[in-house]
């Protein structure tokens, strides 16, 4: 316990008070008394002036009310049963093998010219830093070890510049006159906001234009105690962390920026997490069949590779019940081993890769209607406070809690070599680092040149290297004979203009 502060004295060396003498603001404390959480100003006494001034103003920027309906409801729902899960039934879900070369053209076609009209945005999921990375940069800034050196920011940003090209090209050649332009939406978080901005304006926005770049904060909530106090961080500040990645509702709502695509025209939302190296950021075929589909949400999702993988599955809830998603850690393990007779594949099979398509319609929907159910995923973890760590609750919602609210949804299948490459462990994991992602990259883009008739060379084994081709050559593979025919390149390098 710190003495308390003095904050004058009498001429003749007499006390005229010391900080105790100042009680905390009663009305606030009223506040705080109506919700239990009145041990916020415990150690008042022990503060000064600065860091009293501190507190109040960090007490006071918290909205009450909602933060004591999230905590109670959350806590609440803990341990209750939740409706028995089903299967998503396989004609539910556009497979690979199923999708003829026609379907491919025509979704990819009709993707271009939403695209080229305007109708589409982009946003993506970045408020967490690279600190199970080892850095503290924001995860979008990792350089993964490319040939390029390019960052995870950098290479999505000239996939975005490319679809502008293609779709471009598509209306020219059709007669029309698009814009081709696609506005990408960044949510960042607290703790990267402030170094993904500079870090865009000093890359130029890659080749981007400035204003078709939004950046916007998700928002923070207060860590609990298993009894649902706030727990402090410092004697005047409340420890928060952020809402989690379905803070995106709530984020979009207040910064009005749903009013802003409306404005723009944007009819459909390509939404995905930063840490994947093979992400086709605004892929015309999803948002072809997304469209096709007439549906309200949709997700990309990938074959489970074995019963035990640390990923999320779709399933639905209850008899023919809506579609969401299960967490690997919910699922029980019979059923995450519990095999389908008739295809001899896993019944749980459809992983969630954040890889998500939306309408502006719902998601004014679940940014207006989600809140009022108000129950978020607990997450128990050693929290920074004045007592060193305490175990508590980091409190959280997640992209596909929305899923059940939408009136359709779709599924669309892609295979992990080509669209799935994760970072989220440092080097020398056991799983997806950034040395397993730029593998799965070049691995794939080597066969890109290889099938547009290049050749390869090599010094080391090609299982351990490969071709790099800029996303500004070729978005999925397409346009790369000119390029490569006949040309042998030596591994690794990158392939560009």
């Not at 928002?219 to 962390?241: H, Q």
Request: charged share 25%.
């Amino acid at each position: 316990m710190r003495e308390p502060t003095v904050v004058g004295t009498e001429s003749n060396g007499g006390s005229v008070g010391s900080i105790a003498q100042s009680p905390p603001p009663q009305a606030l404390l009223e506040r705080l008394k109506d919700y239990g959480q009145e041990d916020a100003f415990a150690l008042w006494d022990e503060l000064s002036p600065d860091e009293r001034d501190h507190l109040v103003k960090d007490i006071e920027s918290l909205d009450l009310p909602r933060v004591d309906r999230i905590i109670r409801c959350s806590l609440r729902s803990q341990g209750l049963p939740v409706a028995a899960i089903e299967p998503v039934p396989e004609r539910s879900v556009s497979t690979v093998e199923e999708r003829t070369m026609d379907e491919r053209e025509r979704w990819w076609k009709m993707g271009l010219k939403a695209i080229s009209d305007g109708k589409l945005a982009v946003l993506l999921l970045s408020g967490g830093q690279g600190t199970r990375l080892g850095s503290s940069d924001p995860k979008g800034c990792v350089n993964i070890g490319l040939p390029s050196g390019k960052s995870l920011f950098q290479l999505q940003a000239e996939r975005i510049l490319c679809v502008q090209r293609l779709a471009a090209q598509v209306t020219s050649e059709g007669g029309g006159s698009g814009s081709a332009a696609i506005h990408w939406y960044i949510m960042t978080s607290p703790f990267t906001d402030d170094a993904t901005r500079k870090y865009f304006e000093g890359h130029k926005y890659f080749g981007l234009e400035s204003d078709q770049v939004t950046f916007f904060q998700q928002g923070t909530i207060p860590c609990v105690s298993k009894d649902g106090r706030f727990i402090m961080e410092t004697p005047y500040k409340v420890a928060k962390a952020p809402d989690g990645n379905g803070g995106v509702y709530s984020a979009l709502k207040s910064s009005k920026l749903l009013e802003d695509m409306a404005t723009r025209g944007i009819k459909y939302i390509d939404c995905y997490g930063v840490d994947n190296a093979l992400v086709r950021v605004a892929d015309p075929t999803f948002l072809g069949y997304f469209i096709d589909k007439g549906v309200s949400a949709g997700a990309k999702v990938v074959r489970k590779a074995y019963p035990q993988e640390k990923v999320g599955v779709f399933v639905r809830r209850g008899k023919g019940g809506p579609l969401t998603v299960v967490e690997y850690s919910e699922l029980d393990p019979s059923l995450a081993s519990a095999i389908n007779q008739e295809t001899g594949r896993l019944r749980f099979c459809w992983s969630n890769v954040c890889l998500h398509m939306f309408t502006l319609d719902f998601l004014n929907q679940v940014a207006n209607g989600l809140e009022k159910d108000s129950v978020y995923h607990l997450a128990e973890k050693k929290i920074p406070s004045i007592h060193g760590q305490t175990v508590g609750f980091k409190l959280e919602q997640f992209i596909f809690d929305a899923f059940p609210y939408a009136p359709s949804t779709a599924l669309f299948e892609v295979l992990r070599e080509e669209e799935f490459a994760p970072v989220k462990n440092a080097n020398g994991s056991n799983f997806d680092t950034p040395d397993s992602a730029r593998l799965l990259v070049l691995r794939l883009h080597t066969r890109w040149v290889i099938a547009a008739g290049g050749f390869l060379t090599h010094s080391v084994p090609l299982y351990a290297t490969g071709v790099e081709v800029s996303p500004l050559c070729s978005y999925a593979g397409e346009n790369l004979e000119a390029i490569c025919r006949g040309r042998t390149f030596h591994a690794p390098c990158e392939i560009g203009f």
